[in-house]
């Protein structure tokens, strides 16, 4: 664990406010869910919550199965990160941070496809960079509840590949299958 040197005292209501700077570092935003995890020496552990990554085991399994039924490159993502990747480089988007680009689509509830090689490619990590490695992409929000909890992202592997309503539907039907499981 990292110290921070900030040092908050607890109000009369038993709460805690944890500084702009932490939060914003985090990415943690007003109604946020946190975690809270206690351990024996009296540490108290705040994490952020996930709830798509309670099934990240589940989405790796899906992700593989998109995957080699489309024979492009499947992600999950939950709010933050990719939680599963199948079909393409784990080490290149495997916990990687969303761009801010799949932030505010999953924000606005969006659907994305890039259906041919002259429309704008979707920066999936923040380190994409808006470079055009996978120019035909599909992103899917994954809704639950009313909340968007994630995106299913399918990318094509060759250059010249392209989307149709297929691989769309896809998507559809694998982000409405994931949400469906967290509301269970």
């Known amino acids: 664990m990292k110290a921070t040197g900030v040092v908050r005292r607890i ?13 914003k570092t985090l990415r943690i935003k007003e109604g946020d ?7 024996r020496e009296g540490q108290v552990i705040l994490k952020k919550y996930s709830p798509i990554g309670e099934l990240s ?9 998109l995957s080699k039924t489309t024979g492009h ?8 990160t990719i939680i599963a990747v199948s079909g ?3 080490k290149e988007f495997l916990e990687q941070d969303i761009s801010q680009e799949l932030e505010q689509l999953m924000e606005d509830k969006e659907v994305y ?7 704008i490619a979707m920066p999936i990590t923040k380190n994409d960079n808006q470079e055009r490695k996978h120019n035909a992409q599909i992103v899917y929000p994954i809704i ?11 990318m094509s592997k060759e250059a010249n590949g392209k989307m149709n309503d297929v691989e769309k539907k896809v998507a559809q039907s694998a982000a409405t299958f994931l949400g469906s499981q967290m509301e269970i």
Request: charged content about 30%.
């Open 73 to 80: 490159i499947a992600c999950i993502t939950d709010k933050d």
């Open 33 to 39: 869910p946190l975690e809270i995890f206690t351990d």
């Open 57 to 65: 085991e589940f989405a790796a399994g899906y992700a593989e199965t």
């Open 113 to 119: 496809t890039s259906k041919e090689n002259s429309d």
């Open 11 to 23: 109000d009369d209501l038993g709460r805690v406010v944890i500084p702009k700077e932490i939060r």
């Open 88 to 90: 393409g480089s784990k």
């Open 144 to 154: 639950s509840n009313g909340d968007t909890i994630g995106t299913v992202i399918l």
